[in-house]
């Protein structure tokens, strides 16, 4: 499941500059502001999938707890990261340009995604945390 | 060919004049006679032990006898007021023709009374032993509310009480300690105990069993043989097909059956 | 009632067996999905189609007959209002085509295009209207905002990210959004909509910007297209026919005519559809009858077992078919809701890659259809289960345990 989390956090990194990118730059070479969402996705997609990358590489049984951590963290990132189009940084004027009708919809869907799998992540990483401490009790 | 013997009283079960013939698609259409003209009574308190060679229709005659197959020809005769642990009941002085009701009737007639160990070990794959050990149970426990029927309250049973006896059972036949393992971890022999356990929880008038010691080491069949013994001392008709020879000893009767075709 | 469920023995079986039910859940939930996605676009093509006729109004469109000859200009998307262009003709002919025998009411509309660049906020189609006679666009925008339209205040479709009170400039010209028109389905929804005297005062900022100057010379003398209606007793036809004769470098048409091709291009869209939703359908139930053929065939003994301890044939069937309305149930509900999901996240996509009008079903309606499909999805998992339930617990427990 650590590893489905990291596939998805690269997913999003590079889907939203590769597959589900914002319009293209205007005629004079000036961006638009949805471009300038898809970038912001971008760097926290690069930040989620660095702390991914943690998740799967820390292992050991008193690790639980921090694992459970950078889930919850992820799971937050990713929440945020899917209201950055649109409701934090407004997008193009007409609804039916690229970034309205591609980039929201799929950067949505898979922080949801995202967001839902980390939570399932974090839960059964914190269920055996607790059972450690509760074999550590009876010793 | 068979061998009746009368007693003072009523059978548990009789078969009149029972008959089963089988189709076979080969050279032509070849009908096969599997049981000819039987008739066979057990009572209560007596452990019946039927012997043949193979394709004898022992399993066959057992099966019509259980109420698990229609025979071509004649009557399979169920006496509930000869069943001990319940009073008479003059409605029943001729007995009920299993094949005359419904499979509903009969299903819930079976799940009552009947305890089946089937040829080949079997389970409910989905459940725990301990839940395989007690499906019986709840047939006829579910039967036995739905049922305006008063004879015989006993099947249904208290659930802790009947998880109890379930617990029990399994420790006589050696498989206690697997109460909660599912089945696909049990050796042959294992399963084969579960099923013994299985047909005995809901302490039933009459035992079928069908080569109850087939996976077992000497040691375990002897102690099956026991058990089914005891049955039979508490009151109950205990119909055993086997190969074992050491079932002679703990038998009221035996029967041995000939082949059909060759008369062996 | 989850506790009786969870202690059922169809519950179990579906748990303790994960690689099977997964699959066959998977299968229910494609089935399920294709129905509700299939039904739904069919839907929201045939609304498109529906709106868009409440929309026209007009009778007959007549444009400057260069619109027709220029390869850039699509007259379908004269009637979708797409990006068009640019056209114009002279107020005379517009007041020609008015004085014809058979026009009963006849409106004036002028079209600008604004650009992609600094000038503007967005590049879009604006539609001027005469107030004194527009009989098309008025109706639709007394709905959304209740008095006429002043200078300098304009309407924007619904797919414009654009808000009542917000400030837009095309060509350096502020305007003010005075209201948001209610979805079509169609390009309309991106269009912007102001009266004569502000399209005008834009035009002017246009030339004066140097931007459209060689297009149009006077804005004040130029019209982009006439609507007509006409007359009771007269045939649209020859009304239309009578233009095309007698007024020179003008070309009319029936909106009725266009209509019919665009709603023939939707048919066949929605045909389409409909016959990939039905075979994916068919593929996946003929799938589920043969998996839980299978599935139950491979438990033959078992079934043999449990009628032999006492199951009658009902509750074997029971059984079977409560094991297959679980696992259709379990995959309905995840098909429904991608399904859902896919709609509502993607209509925008689906609509520019069709390029047809597209209007989705109000909420109400989809949920009903979402619970239509989870019904439906669990009747066919039954179905697919009746026929083996039925050979499985017909059978004597006395056969079936001789066979194997």
Redesign the interface.
């Known amino acids: 499941m650590d590893v489905a989390t990291a596939l998805l956090c690269v997913i999003l990194t590079a889907g939203v500059r590769i597959v589900f990118h914002a319009c293209d730059a205007k005629e004079d070479g000036t961006w638009m502001t949805c471009h300038w969402a898809e970038m912001t996705v971008f760097a926290a997609g690069i930040a989620m999938t660095l702390q991914a990358l943690i998740l799967c590489l820390v292992r050991g049984k008193g690790c639980h707890g921090i694992r459970a951590g950078l889930c919850l963290a992820i799971a937050v990132q990713s929440i945020l990261c899917a209201l950055v189009p649109g409701a934090v940084i407004r997008l193009c004027m007409m609804e039916s340009m690229r970034c309205h009708t591609v980039m929201r919809p799929a950067v949505l869907l898979t922080g949801l995604l995202l967001a839902v799998l980390s939570v399932i992540c974090g839960l059964r990483h914190r269920a055996m945390c607790g059972r450690g401490h509760l074999s550590s009790d009876a010793q | 060919m068979s061998v009746t013997e009368k007693k003072d009283n009523i059978p548990v079960i009789h078969a009149a004049d029972l008959r089963k013939e089988y189709l076979r698609q080969g050279k032509g259409t070849n009908i096969f006679t599997a049981v000819d003209r039987t008739e066979l009574s057990v009572y209560a308190g007596e452990l019946v032990v039927l012997k043949g060679r193979s394709g004898s229709g022992k399993?066959?005659l057992l099966?019509?006898l259980?109420g698990?197959?229609?025979p071509t020809d004649g009557k399979v005769l169920f006496y509930e007021d000869a069943v001990l642990h319940c009073g008479s009941d003059p409605r029943n002085e001729n007995g009920i023709d299993l094949y005359a009701l419904g499979?509903?009737e009969?299903?819930?007639l079976?799940?009552?009374y009947?305890g089946?160990i089937?040829?080949?070990a079997?389970?409910?794959?989905?459940?725990t032993v301990t839940e395989n050990v007690l499906?019986?149970w709840r047939?006829?426990g579910e039967?036995g509310h739905k049922s305006k029927d008063p004879v015989c309250p006993e099947a249904a049973g208290a659930e802790k009480e009947i998880m109890a006896y379930a617990a029990e059972l399994l420790e006589i036949l050696g498989i206690g300690h697997l109460s909660g393992e599912?089945p696909r971890s049990l050796s042959g022999g294992e399963l084969r105990r579960l099923a013994i356990a299985?047909?005995l929880v809901t302490r039933p008038a009459v035992i079928f069993a069908d080569e109850p010691t087939g996976d077992l080491d000497d040691q375990s069949a002897r102690e099956v043989f026991s058990l089914l013994r005891k049955k039979a001392d508490e009151g109950a008709a205990v119909l055993l097909v086997t190969h074992e020879n050491g079932a002679e000893a703990c038998a009221d009767r035996c029967i041995t059956r000939q082949h059909p075709v060759s008369g062996a | 009632m989850i506790k009786k469920i969870r202690a059922s023995?169809p519950y179990?079986?579906i748990?303790?067996?994960p690689a099977r039910s997964i699959a066959l859940v998977v299968l229910c939930a494609i089935l399920t999905c294709a129905f509700f996605y299939g039904t739904m676009m069919v839907q929201s093509l045939n609304r498109g189609l529906a709106s868009l006729r409440n929309r026209m109004g007009a009778d007959i469109m007549v444009v400057p007959f260069e619109a027709t000859t220029k390869s850039d200009i699509d007259l379908e998307n004269i009637i979708l209002l797409g990006n068009m262009g640019y056209f114009y003709m002279d107020t005379d002919t517009a007041d020609k085509i008015a004085a014809r025998e058979g026009v009963s009411v006849a409106s004036t509309q002028y079209y600008l295009s604004t650009v992609s660049s600094g000038c503007c906020s967005v590049p879009v189609q604006i539609i001027g209207f005469d107030p004194e006679t527009d009989f098309t666009v008025t109706p639709w925008i007394k709905k959304s905002y209740g008095r006429d339209l002043r200078e300098m205040e304009v309407v924007v479709g619904h797919k414009l990210n654009a808000f009542v009170g917000d400030t837009l400039t095309f060509y350096g010209q502020n305007v003010t959004v005075a209201a948001k028109l209610e979805e079509t389905g169609t390009d309309l929804d991106t269009a912007v909509y102001c009266n004569q005297l502000t399209i005008r005062r834009l035009t002017q900022a246009s030339i004066d910007l140097r931007l459209n100057h060689e297009r149009i010379a006077d804005p004040e003398r130029v019209v982009s297209c006439v609507l007509v209606n006409v007359r009771e007793g007269y045939s649209v036809d020859e009304v239309c026919n009578d233009i095309n004769i007698h007024v020179r470098g003008v070309k009319a048409f029936r909106t009725a005519g266009l209509m019919e091709g665009i709603a023939s291009s939707l048919r066949g869209a929605a045909r389409v559809i409909a016959i990939m939703a039905v075979a994916v359908w068919l593929v996946c139930l003929s799938v589920l009858v043969i998996a839980f053929s299978m599935s139950v065939r491979e438990?033959k003994?078992?079934f043999?077992?449990?009628?032999?301890?006492?199951?009658?044939?009902?509750?074997v069937s029971r059984i079977i078919l409560q094991e297959s309305a679980l696992i259709s149930f379990f995959g309905a509900l995840p098909g429904v809701g991608t399904g859902v999901l896919i709609l509502f996240l993607f209509a925008g996509l689906v609509e520019e890659m069709l390029s047809l009008p597209f209007l989705l079903p109000p909420v109400w309606q989809i949920l009903g259809m979402a619970l239509l499909a989870v019904c439906a999805g669990v009747m066919c998992s039954v179905f697919a289960g009746v026929r083996t339930a039925r050979k499985t617990a017909g059978a004597?427990?006395?056969?079936s345990?001789?066979e194997?």
Do not use: H
């Open positions: 399993t066959t099966n019509m259980a698990l197959l229609t499979d509903e009969r299903s819930l079976r799940g009552r009947f089946y089937p040829q080949g079997g389970a409910v794959g989905s459940l499906i019986p047939l006829s039967a599912m299985r047909a | 023995l179990k079986n748990v303790n067996r438990r003994k078992e043999a077992l449990l009628r032999a301890i006492g199951a009658s044939q009902k509750k004597e427990a006395g056969e345990l001789r194997l």
